[in-house]
């Protein structure tokens, strides 16, 4: 399975779909308090315009009393006073308002982006292994930073920002209308040739955006790898070399970045001096209607002083939000294209599960009866009819005539038929690639197979719920995995509750306690970094350990041993078998020292099963096990 | 912290000083435009008794057009010097990162994870670029304005510009209060994020063992909490944050409003020649003066935001490798003898329990040593001495009759060419590969490594040859594969030591006896060092080292350990077994 590396920076197609996608993740965590905020904003937009166009109406009382000397006469302070203290009001008003709804907006978005955290995370657990198949985990990885970090601008910025600099243009352009029609007209000409300049430039900018996440992922996977291979590089004094490439991906990356944010950085000053532009224009040609007051049409269009000052006013109020508003477009053009891929994954079918039968702990006296306490012994719950039979679990695994293949083309496992009995040890032999793994990760339904059936215990497996499935299996996986914790924590990965005991004796049986003791901290020595200190045969001790302390039915052992050295092995093996006595156990291994004692063999090529046996029949057989266990053949 | 990234700003000095100094330029004219249209609003209009000038209309007003055009230039010109430098600080951040990284040493790269490397490298440079450009720009710009509008204030009424003052220690005592009480809850937002993403690749890497072992329940729980704290801390932090809007209005509207008071009444009263276009005048500088404040107060919040990634970066940068090349480093290994005096080593120096106890050997060049011991018996650990991955606690190593400290290490690595445990492949080709080994090599040179490795048959079969495609981590080759193109791309490098690290572990008997043979008969001197779990890949050795719990146990030849040996006879003999019978058939196979 070559992993393949996911879409990157596909295009956004469907914009508005996405955009209602997101509004409805935010109404769904808080189905109300976005129309408060909206409200709120509203109402704190309508409070800028008020307080300012209390201005116009003070300069006005002032030049109402001004004579003809340029004196002011019978002047009263008090009739400035009550526009001021209007004025005070609605500022006092805007900044309640912008309060409430920065609060009420910072929860909605901090519990939005924890709800698609979560959702994602969640979700992603139950995808089934062909999703992870094909992504690389850097890719995964950079949807709960990279993708979730530009929603969160979004959600949490951008659209309050948009919608409050919405608001703000409409009333400050109504009270501007009321003002001076002709004004308004020279200040909607030059927002409009601004409008166009910035969508301009938004549209370059946009492409070297989409250049720049490409080279950032260039960056990130060359990084990934070298840094994963570090101790490679260090050994063959490849340094430099790595340098030089280095070098190269990074100088394409700065230059996509310099001119994706370069365009995107003109649109301030752009944006901030047309502002200037018109409100020279709109001081010039106010002063110069207030002078000729000229007659069209019979109407005389001129304007107060008071209306001058204060539409002036409000052309430097007009062009913030539009200048506001043009530096979000970048931010929801990133936003748009992580919540497309987020919602990619969302939309990812789940993995498929119809089954109803269940495992359940069973005290065997004379009849089976369930019961709670772990007793060693298992039985299958089936509902049928309306009746609830239990089927003892004996671990009797059969394939019919099973074919599989990872994708609809190429067939990688052709008419296996097998039958593990209960109790008996099952081993598969051949060379890498011939199917081993796959045939085991379809008893557990990572993989559901195409044609044929597997019966366990004479179920059907597709009518045995996924995770009761699962855990009547216990896997040691060809690819130790440990978590960030203490070796305690994961040897009981499988069975949170278990006690120091438990673990200890599951460590015991695995080997693996001689060397956790040695361990600074034993049991409770801190693991980081998958295990990076440990070495890989301590990893699979642990791995093994933590197969024993759930104490499965069946247990498969996927390549269990093959960094452990011999003699180590063949205390794991006794343990193991001691554990086991009387369970099916499914053995992969590449040394035949490990599989000689199964009571069957099955020797694998390509993907179909050519010798099957004992390990006395198959070296009488003088076959393919034959030549492979005298060293003739080559296990490749 | 912030000094050291201008640093960074090398190759592109120029634009980083132009910068600020354009939109220095921008400021003083935009400041400008206001006062213009005062002017005109003041002395053009003409009420009353002075009668309307065209004249300052037409003067004023161009003036202002040209202005604006002015700034317009201004502003795009430090737009484009900003990014550029901006970029270029990101290029030569994450160009040092990387050049840093490749020189730390193993343990080194043991205290930092690859997914942490990677955002930082990413994710903290960007967010430090975002912050560097700020600082060029809008922190330049934004204190212009301040200062310009509050110097032609001054000249025009200084009484107004007082209280313009007045207002700015409350404005810059509310940002500041609000960020220093924000700053410590986002710094743990940030380690609460690392978790979370720690989560994140951990469930990725290992999701086969989370669901054969079922616990997605328990994997989510995991993420719900750690997602829940990030949540909790960005809220925290945020709650503070967002006060700085409305009480930024407050002083705004309050400065506003006194300004019309004073204004007006100065006007009345004729103070200082005040008219009411200055009115409009003040509010606008007003606005100008307490939004630039803001701006600047945007900008520190951006800065301290971006002070933990910065922190990150140098981290990275200034973590010195703990091995170090020697004053006057020796650039030749006499021959591959190898001598270890009384070596202690462990992993970390807190570690009590050394991973190695007093390990006293002597291996003459040109010897093949086999080592043999359990699992975790130290003997990675021990091997990793010599071509100096690790340093010895105490004790000394000797290489060619030097110690490995007076080596310079590039020489030293050359000379002991190690093929690891754990080793990798690179994407790329197999060609690409093998010239890790040896850059210069010929294709005759790989093709005879490649036989010496054994791993010639199956790269012919191929049909692009040595231009065969190897995927990360070559994962479209087998185990043995992979371990064979490895030990061949060591051998590229022509050592005097060899290193195999459990090498063979999935090479079939016949084909690990075949390498053996081949090392054997074409690099007889170089000293040739193999750990294995298998007897049979090292009971021809010249001498077999058997640890145990990071102690010698015994040191000799085959013959010797079967006599004196008990666990060693005891294995041989276990593991003999299946082959014993069956060893007349082997030595078949390989011929």
Request: proline letters at 2%; glycine letters at 6%; one cysteine or more.
């Amino acid at each position: 399975m070559p992993p393949m590396r996911g879409p990157a920076g596909a295009k956004v197609e469907h914009p508005f779909r996405i955009i209602k996608r997101v509004f409805q993740m935010i109404f769904h965590v808080h189905p109300i308090a976005l129309y408060v905020v909206f409200a709120l904003i509203i109402a704190s937009s309508l409070c800028t315009t008020f307080a300012l166009s209390f201005l116009s109406r003070i300069v006005d009382v002032l030049v109402n009393y001004l004579d003809a000397h340029g004196t002011f006469v019978g002047f009263d302070f008090k009739e400035i006073l009550i526009p001021a203290f209007c004025m005070a009001g609605f500022y006092l008003l805007l900044a309640i308002f912008t309060y409430i709804y920065a609060r009420i907006m910072m929860n909605i978005s901090q519990d939005t982006l924890k709800k698609i955290r979560d959702d994602l995370f969640a979700h992603m657990e139950s995808l089934p292994l062909r999703y992870f198949d094909t992504r690389s985990t850097g890719a995964v990885m950079s949807l709960y930073t990279n993708d979730v970090d530009a929603l969160r601008q979004m959600i949490s910025q951008s659209i309050p920002q948009i919608l409050s600099s919405l608001f703000t243009i409409i009333s400050v352009l109504v009270v501007m209308i009321i003002y001076s029609p002709v004004l308004t007209l020279i200040t909607v000409t030059l927002t409009t040739i601004l409008v166009i300049v910035t969508r301009f430039l938004t549209k370059r900018s946009g492409k070297f955006f989409l250049k720049q996440q490409r080279d950032l992922s260039r960056i990130n996977g060359f990084c990934e790898e070298i840094f994963e291979g570090q101790k490679v590089v260090k050994v063959f004094n490849h340094e430099e070399k790595c340098n030089e490439e280095f070098e190269e991906i990074n100088n394409g990356l700065e230059h996509s970045n310099y001119f994706a944010n370069m365009f995107s950085s003109l649109v301030g000053p752009v944006a901030n001096n047309i502002g200037y532009l018109s409100f020279a224009l709109t001081t010039i040609i106010g002063a110069l209607l207030f002078i000729h007051k000229p007659v069209l049409f019979g109407w005389t269009i001129t304007l107060s002083i008071g209306q001058l000052s204060g539409y002036l006013a409000f052309v430097k109020n007009f062009s913030m939000p539009i200048s506001q508003v043009s530096n979000q477009v970048n931010f929801v053009m990133m936003a748009l294209a992580g919540a497309k891929r987020i919602f990619d994954v969302m939309d990812e079918k789940s993995e498929v599960d119809e089954g109803d039968v269940t495992l359940v702990n069973v005290r065997s006296d004379d009849e089976l009866t369930e019961c709670e306490e772990h007793t060693g012994h298992w039985a299958w719950k089936k509902y049928r009819d309306g009746q609830v039979t239990l089927v003892p679990l004996k671990g009797d695994v059969r394939f019919f005539g099973v074919d599989f293949g990872y994708d609809d083309k190429k067939i990688v496992l052709h008419d296996i038929s097998l039958y593990a009995e209960a109790g008996q040890k099952i081993a598969f032999v051949g060379a890498t690639g011939a199917g081993k793994t796959t045939i085991t990760n379809l008893i557990n339904r990572f993989y559901d197979v195409q044609d044929g059936k597997i019966r366990y215990d004479g179920i059907n497996i597709n009518h045995i719920k996924k995770k009761d499935l699962r855990k009547s299996l216990g896997m040691v996986l060809q690819d130790t995995h440990l978590f960030s914790g203490t070796i305690a924590e994961n040897i009981a990965y499988g069975k949170k509750n278990a006690t120091r005991e438990e673990i200890e004796k599951a460590a015991h049986l695995a080997n693996a306690d001689h060397f956790i003791e040695r361990l600074p901290q034993g049991y409770d020595t801190y693991i980081t970094g998958d295990g990076e200190n440990l070495s890989q045969g301590q990893r699979q001790l642990l791995s093994i350990a933590r197969a024993a302390i759930i104490d499965p039915p069946v247990l498969i052992l996927d390549e269990a041993t093959s960094s452990i050295d011999t003699w180590t092995e063949s205390l794991v093996q006794k343990g193991m078998d001691s554990l086991m006595k009387g369970r099916t156990v499914f053995v992969i291994a590449h040394r035949l020292s490990t599989v000689r004692n199964s009571n069957a063999i099955m020797v694998l090529e390509n993907g179909r099963i050519i010798e099957r046996g004992d390990h006395e029949d198959l070296l009488k057989q003088k076959g393919k096990y034959y030549q492979l266990y005298t060293g003739a053949f080559e296990l490749e | 912290m912030f000094r050291k990234l201008f640093r960074y700003s090398k190759g592109y000095r120029l634009q980083t000083i132009l910068s600020p100094i354009c939109v220095t330029i921008e400021a003083i004219v935009e400041v400008l435009i206001p006062l213009l249209m005062s002017e005109i609003i003041n002395n053009g209009l003409g009420t009353g008794t002075t009668p309307a000038n065209l004249n300052i209309i037409w003067e004023c007003g161009l003036l202002m057009v040209i202005l604006a055009f002015v700034s317009l230039l201004f502003g795009i010109l430090s737009g484009v010097f900003a990014t550029k430098a901006s970029a270029g600080v990101a290029k030569n951040l994450r160009k040092d990162m990387f050049q840093s990284i490749e020189t730390y040493s193993f343990s080194n790269i043991d205290s930092f994870s690859t997914s942490s490397l990677v955002t930082r490298m990413t994710t903290d440079v960007n967010n430090v670029q975002m912050a560097f450009q700020m600082m060029i720009r809008i922190l330049f710009r934004a204190p212009i304005l301040f200062i310009t509008a509050l110097v032609l204030t001054f000249i025009k009424n200084w009484q107004i510009a007082l209280i313009f003052l007045a207002f700015c220690p409350f404005l810059l005592g509310v940002i500041i209060v609000i960020m220093m009480r924000a700053h410590p809850y986002f710094k743990v937002m940030f380690k609460k994020y690392d978790r979370l993403n720690l989560v994140v690749q951990e469930n990725v890497n290992a999701i086969r063992t989370v669901k054969a072992f079922v616990t997605e329940e328990e994997e989510k729980e995991k993420f719900y909490m750690s997602s829940n704290d990030v949540m909790t801390y960005s809220k925290k932090a945020e709650k503070i944050i967002i006060l700085q809007q409305p009480l930024c209005q407050l002083i705004m509207g309050a400065a506003n409003i006194i300004i019309i008071l004073v204004g007006a009444h100065m006007v009345v009263e004729n103070i200082l020649g005040t008219k009411y276009g200055d009115i409009t005048l003040f509010i606008m500088y007003a606005q100008q003066i307490l939004s630039s404040l803001i701006m600047v107060s945007m900008v520190l919040l951006n800065i301290v935001m971006s002070r933990a990634a910065l922190e990150r970066i140098f981290e990275v940068i200034e973590t010195k490798s703990d091995l170090v090349n020697p004053e006057n480093p020796v650039y030749d290994v006499a021959d591959g003898s190898i001598d270890f005096k009384h070596v202690f080593f462990s992993y970390s120096k807190e570690n009590k329990k050394p991973v190695l106890k007093d390990i006293n050997i002597q291996i003459h060049s040109g010897e093949t040593i086999g080592i043999f011991g359990g699992t975790g018996s130290g003997k990675s650990s021990l091997i990793s001495l010599i071509s100096r991955l690790y340093d010895a606690s105490e004790g000394e190593v000797f290489v060619g009759g030097r110690n490995v400290k007076e080596y310079d290490l590039f020489t030293l690595r050359d000379q002991v060419s190690v093929v690891l445990q754990k080793n990798v492949l690179f994407s790329g080709t197999v060609r690409s590969n093998l010239l890790w080994g040896n850059e210069n090599a010929t294709e005759e040179e790989m093709m005879e490594v490649l036989k010496l490795a054994s791993a010639d048959e199956f790269i012919l079969t191929k049909e692009e040859g040595l231009d065969a495609i190897v995927e990360q981590g070559g994962v479209n080759f087998s185990g043995g594969q992979k371990q064979r193109l490895c030990i061949a791309r060591a051998l590229l490098k022509k050592p005097k030591i060899l290193i195999l690290d459990d090498s063979t572990s999935a090479v079939d008997t016949a084909t690990d006896a075949k390498i053996r043979a081949a090392f054997k008969s074409y690099i007889p001197s170089t000293t040739k060092i193999i750990i294995a779990q298998r007897i049979s890949s090292i009971m021809d050795a010249d001498k077999i080292l058997f640890l145990d719990k990071g102690e010698v146990i015994s040191f000799g030849t085959h013959e010797e350990l079967m006599k004196e040996n008990e666990i060693y006879r005891e294995i041989t003999n276990s593991q003999m077994k299946g082959i014993a019978d069956e060893s007349d058939s082997v030595k078949k196979g390989e011929n």
